[in-house]
């Protein structure tokens, strides 16, 4: 057990899908896995562990925000042996050829402030995703005609935001999208030497100003479920 997980060893599998939101974890864990079992609830931050097509896979909520995700994934990786975490959640739009329900996964992710920004001083870490989950997760998305962009996206410190002339700026220099997670999963992942990948679906458009209901937001993103798992077993 660690201060935030309430697992026991070896409950815990190498491969961990991370949602934000504890509710689509478990959503997930009985949609996709065989025998899923509830091993954390700790503050109500739900994880299951089951089988995916004979592998075993943890689903475990990270909660919204980089420094709740930092705390998730340092224990998950550190204390749990989890080596491949991929992030599985929503972002809105910034570019005109991204759609509501579009994937976008993560080449890379910009931000203004991590959790770990101390960690570099002066540096700006460039923080990016495993390139064999890229790959894969591209290719599975290809295969099923699914609509699919890879590139840059921006990991933001703060959900209501009144920065349109940095979203302005984003979206000038090809961002994708904005989520709230994937920089510092990216740079604890690369700490640590573990695999890391964000698979995204876009909930929202910054420029249109659509979006999905909140139910499908929790229930709805079957397919970027299965390319994740698709992506980690490949």
Same mark, same amino acid.
């Given at each position: ?127 990016? #995703? ?5 790959? &894969?997760? $591209?290719? %599975?998305? *290809?295969?099923?005609? /699914?609509? =699919? ?33 994937? #920089? ?5 992942? &690369?700490? $640590?030497? %573990?695999? *890391?990948?964000?698979? /995204?679906? =876009? ?32």
């Amino acid at each position: 057990m660690t201060i935030h997980i309430g697992a026991e060893p070896g409950q815990i599998a190498e491969t961990v899908l991370m949602p934000g939101d504890p509710l689509r974890a478990r959503w997930a864990a009985e949609t996709f896995l065989e025998g899923a079992e509830l091993v954390n609830e700790v503050r109500g931050m739900l994880g299951y562990t089951g089988r995916w097509r004979g592998h075993r896979v943890t689903i475990h909520g990270s909660g919204m925000g980089m420094p709740s995700l930092s705390i998730y994934a340092n224990e998950l990786i550190r204390d749990y042996g989890a080596r491949t975490l991929i992030r599985i959640g929503s972002a809105g739009a910034m570019q005109d050829r991204v759609k509501l329900r579009d994937l976008v996964l993560a080449m890379t992710a910009s931000t203004i402030s991590t959790p770990s920004r101390g960690s570099f001083r002066e540096m700006n870490f460039a923080p990016c #995703a495993d390139f064999a989950l890229l790959s &894969a997760a $591209h290719c %599975a998305a *290809a295969a099923r005609g /699914l609509p =699919v962009h890879a590139g840059g996206i921006y990991s933001a410190d703060v959900f209501y935001d009144d920065r349109p002339d940095l979203n302005e700026v984003l979206t000038r220099h090809g961002t994708l999208c904005v989520e709230m997670e994937a #920089a510092e999963l990216y740079t604890v992942a &690369a700490r $640590h030497g %573990a695999r *890391a990948l964000a698979v /995204l679906t =876009v909930s929202d458009h910054l420029l249109t100003g659509e979006h999905l209901p909140s139910a499908e937001r929790e229930t709805g993103f079957a397919a970027m479920v299965e390319i994740a798992l698709e992506a980690a077993f490949a």
